[in-house]
């Protein structure tokens, strides 16, 4: 089943719907920028890779038929970077695309306003498709590390739905499956979103990729029964000494993962590098609703009224990490120096 996260078709972004997943594949035309807003928000789209490609479209569709001059097209496009920058907080792929937008803009000094958009679009497409090849570069660097008839776990959706083809996390069971290797994977159904079970356990089932899916409090059980031989995550915002972000519930996979001596990978595109960062506490971590934790399925599960935490991220130390591996290569033991040099 191919499945497009996010295509630019003739004048208008589409979407996959995967807030309908898996039950059903419908998409979603984006013709406004607030549209684009709404469905980085709401998750239409989601996952650090897709949301900042979604973003740079958005940018050109803040402006796409703009009519005036292009200095007050300029405007227009900086006030339309502000507002998608609030969309979500914490995958730093969204601002790492909206400043290569207005790069864009910055460094342009002609007068044609049709150029100008020309310019934009460009830049978005080029985007979408340097995140094709990075995924690709990360997945041939993890199956260096991985043996075929291995067991991987990983936790909620790192996949081509987090991206536009083959995932982070989920890059080497694609390009095992073409190599003709066979991992067996095991995906945590990562509440309260489920993305795991919605969409890593739907992608992969229908790549005919071998997937089991788990209950997040079964991963201890799993790897304790020697099912798991290695655990790759994603991730939404690398800090400079390797401090991660990713979905909440990979901070406790990391532990279980130090206690039953197995590595534990993060598949990470430079873009998801934040030098500025200098740890992971200084990293945003979204909060969403207390609907998510209620009501997860549409029916309350706990009585409305009781009070929900619900942060939609953790922080994994760097000293859980056994490597970072992003599509330039593999980083050990990862810290500030070795994060910096990624970037020389
Ligand atoms: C390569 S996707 C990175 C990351 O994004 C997901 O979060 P969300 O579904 O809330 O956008 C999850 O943390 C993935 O690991």
């Known amino acids: 089943m191919e499945l497009n996260t996010i295509e630019w078709k003739g004048n208008k972004l589409v979407l996959l719907d995967q807030t309908a997943l898996p039950n059903k594949v419908s998409y979603i035309d984006m013709t406004t920028v607030e549209e684009v807003w709404q469905a980085i ?14 973003a740079a479209y958005g940018a050109y569709i803040a402006v796409q038929y703009f009519d005036g001059s292009v200095e007050e097209a300029k405007y227009e496009l900086k006030k339309q970077l502000d507002y998608l920058a609030t969309s979500r907080p914490t995958a730093v792929n969204l601002f790492w695309a909206l400043e290569r937008m207005g790069k864009v803009a910055e460094l342009f000094s002609g007068n044609d306003l049709v150029e100008f958009q020309e310019r934009l679009l460009n830049e978005a497409i080029v985007i979408h498709m340097e995140d094709i090849k ?24 790192a996949g081509a739905l987090a991206t536009t083809k083959y995932g982070t996390a989920t890059s080497p069971f694609y390009l095992a499956k073409e190599k003709g290797m066979s991992l067996k994977v095991f995906a945590d159904e990562t509440r309260p979103r489920f993305q795991g079970a919605m969409l890593t356990s739907f992608e992969l089932y229908h790549a005919g990729i071998d997937v089991t899916l788990i209950t997040d409090n079964m991963a201890a059980t799993v790897m304790s029964q020697n099912k798991v031989q290695a655990v790759i995550v994603g991730c939404d915002r690398v800090a400079a000494n ?24 993060v598949a990470t595109p430079t873009p998801t590098i934040d030098l500025n960062c200098a740890t992971g506490t200084g990293i945003p971590i979204e909060e969403r609703s207390k609907d998510e934790v209620l009501k997860p399925t549409g029916q309350y599960i706990a009585p409305p009224e009781v009070k929900v935490y619900n942060p939609a991220f953790d922080v994994t130390p760097a000293h859980l990490i056994t490597a970072i591996v992003t599509e330039k290569g593999i980083i050990h033991s990862p810290n500030e120096e070795k994060l910096r040099a990624v970037f020389k």
């Open 134 to 157: 990075i995924n690709r570069n990360i997945g041939e660097h993890l199956l260096t590390l991985l043996e075929d008839g291995q067991g991987v776990l990983t936790h909620c959706n």
């Open 242 to 265: 390797g401090d991660v972000a990713n979905k909440i519930g990979t901070l406790g996979v990391a532990i279980l993962a130090k206690h039953y001596g197995i590595p534990f990978y």
């Open 41 to 54: 928000h709401s998750m239409i789209v989601r996952g650090a890779p897709a949301i900042g490609v979604t």
